[in-house]
């Protein structure tokens, strides 16, 4: 078992920074592959990135790929997604997920996942 709760959203310009933090308490944080995903409001959660226990891969969604680093401290059972060129299309809350995984794994799909936090909302305005 696993808690995830997530931090650093807010209202920002367009053009603008944020990073997300999600802070994990319970089992050994590296036994879990990390997931973000977003969700705007009347419309599907998508994903948005994913780290390896290890952090040794990554991957992100097309619409954020070279604006988007996913990254994961294991000593302080934390990962990270760091914003930047944020868009207006960027609005939504953004959740943070966890599942125990084997070594050099990802994973991009919602049912992948076994333990959410509740998110934070991210707006960018225009």
């Known amino acids: 078992q696993v808690q995830l709760v997530e931090s650093g959203g807010g209202l920002v310009q367009a053009g603008g920074s944020l990073r997300l933090s999600c802070a994990a308490s319970g089992r050994t944080f590296s036994s879990y592959a990390m997931g973000w995903f977003r969700q705007a409001s009347g419309k599907e959660r998508e994903f948005v990135a994913a780290?390896?226990?290890?952090?040794?891969?990554?991957r992100y969604a097309d619409p954020v790929k070279g604006r988007v680093t996913i990254s994961r401290d294991n000593a302080k059972s934390t990962v990270y997604l760091q914003m930047n060129s944020l868009k207006p299309e960027d609005t939504a809350v953004y959740y943070c997920?966890?599942?125990?995984?084997?070594?050099?794994?990802?994973?991009?799909?919602?049912?992948?996942?076994?333990?959410w936090g509740q998110g934070t909302q991210v707006t960018v305005s225009s």
């Open positions: 780290i390896s226990r290890s952090g040794a891969l990554t």
């Open positions: 997920a966890a599942r125990v995984s084997s070594l050099r794994n990802y994973y991009t799909g919602v049912n992948d996942y076994e333990y």
